[in-house]
């Protein structure tokens, strides 16, 4: 599943290609992709321009002349971008563009959305409007007070983006390994001053991921060619029997809540 630093890849890859280019087409292959009545979809989307490109936690967000373009890739949506008109059985939806070229969406397990707003509503939208906040912008009081609320381990509570948007499942692992803290240990026994620390190891692992293009684990590969190499500094996630780089015990995999989880338990002992 693409994770913030590569959906963060994605916009500004896009906005090198499509920005002030002007929709004159919508072709939608799998109505169920989009999340608003498919005909208005594609009506309303001619004439509009790409204006900018931008992402609220996970979503992308096009804004055009009258509205935005909400897109949510999920688990394995992409874009790629043409100068002719191509379509294979994994594209549900091509955008042309008044210069010929094109953008399509393509996505092999079709979970991704795609949805309209009015510029007025964008934080009304049902893709965001329960988000929590990103790491960069939330204090430790206002994850503190997030987290006290809940009993379910710390991993599982930063995995949930009505709590902190945009953290995914490597991203939770390194940043707990950082913090020292066991993805085990309940939310609401997670101090204030380690609430500052998990917020400031979090922003440190996105900036590098984003500046290093995010990770290509499992399917995921970012739009257009763009691979992440983010995943060769890893420190935990995907390490399983390798040496802890602070301690040089053995690396273990767990299960928490379902979800495969990396850690040092001499490091993360607490
Ligand atoms: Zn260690």
Redesign the pocket.
Known sequence: MPELPEVETVVQTLKNLILNKKIIKVDVFWNNIISYDVNKFKDELINQHIIDIKRIGKVIIFELDDYYMLSHLRMEGKYYYYNKYVKDKHTHVIFSFDDNSFLNYHDTRKFGKLSLSFKTNLMNHPFIKDMGKEPFDITSQELFDKLKKKSIPIKTALLDQHIIAGLGNIYVDEVLFLSKINPLRKANEVSINECQTIIDNCIITLNKAIALGGTTIRSYTSSLGVTGRFQNELLVHTKENEA?P??H?RIIKIKVHGRGTYL?P??QEK
């Open positions: 802890c602070v301690c015990h040092c001499h490091c």
